[in-house]
T-cell receptor, first 114, second 114 residues
Framework: DAGVIQSPRHEVTEMGQEVTLRCKPISGHDYLFWYRQTMMRGLELLIYFNNNVPIDDSGMPEDRFSAKMPNASFSTLKIQPSEPRDSAVYFC????????????FGQGTRLTVV | GQSLEQPSEVTAVEGAIVQINCTYQTSGFYGLSWYQQHDGGAPTFLSYNALDGLEETGRFSSFLSRSDSYGYLLLQELQMKDSASYFCAVREGLNSGGYQKVTFGIGTKLQVIP
């Protein structure tokens, strides 16, 4: 398996624009996590899914943020409209509850909102 | 809710031993993980403790005391390449459904000097 795949790796957008981040988890994993990393707040859990169902979205900062997982191999995190304070690195991670305690991270998307 | 505390920065000499402590407050605790992240990279899994005691993996060891809500990562024979950020993370479950999430601390930036 190629691991968790995120796209794009870098995104620069203007304030007010819609941004969509994409994630392909490792095949067979039943958990998918979206994290945001900044210097000030570290790695924040935004939302996580189990078997494609959102379980806890209490970390999503505002209604401008939304996440979907239409199937087991794809998830999106959308920010609409984007603001400069959304600038961060966004990580997607997946894990398999049954036999592994490790969360596997993608390489992240570095988002810059100007 | 949950919180994790770990030192923000640690400096140690090449060849020495360093211990990074982590205290946590959480409900539904399953276990404590440690992750390493180099600048510009993704977090990668180092170790996981579900039970009290010491787990050793090569130069790295991790310890957990559930009664004290405390753990640490021990790095021996430090090498320059160990300079990175180290995160403790709790795996915790919700009260219903058996779902588990992984929440990270703010991270400890380790600098290894010659």
């Amino acid at each position: 398996d190629a691991g968790v795949i995120q796209s794009p790796r870098h995104e620069v957008t203007e304030m007010g624009q819609e941004v969509t981040l994409r994630c392909k988890p490792i095949s067979g994993h039943d958990y998918l996590f979206w994290y945001r990393q900044t210097m000030m707040r570290g790695l924040e859990l935004l939302i996580y899914f189990n078997n494609n169902v959102p379980i806890d979205d209490s970390g999503m900062p505002e209604d401008r943020f939304s996440a979907k997982m239409p199937n087991a191999s794809f998830s999106t995190l959308k920010i609409q409209p984007s603001e400069p304070r959304d600038s961060a690195v966004y990580f997607c991670a997946s894990s398999f509850q049954g036999s592994s305690t490790e969360a596997f991270f993608g390489q992240g998307t570095r988002l810059t909102v100007v | 809710g949950q919180s994790l505390e770990q030192p923000s920065e640690v400096t140690a000499v090449e060849g020495a031993i360093v211990q990074i402590n982590c205290t946590y407050q959480t409900s539904g605790f399953y276990g404590l993980s440690w992750y390493q992240q180099h600048d510009g990279g993704a977090p990668t899994f180092l170790s996981y403790n579900a039970l009290d005691g010491l787990e050793e993996t090569g130069r790295f060891s991790s310890f957990l005391s559930r009664s004290d809500s405390y753990g640490y990562l021990l790095l021996q024979e430090l090498q320059m390449k160990d300079s990175a950020s180290y995160f403790c993370a709790v795996r915790e479950g919700l009260n219903s459904g058996g779902y588990q999430k992984v929440t990270f601390g703010i991270g400890t930036k380790l600098q290894v000097i010659p």
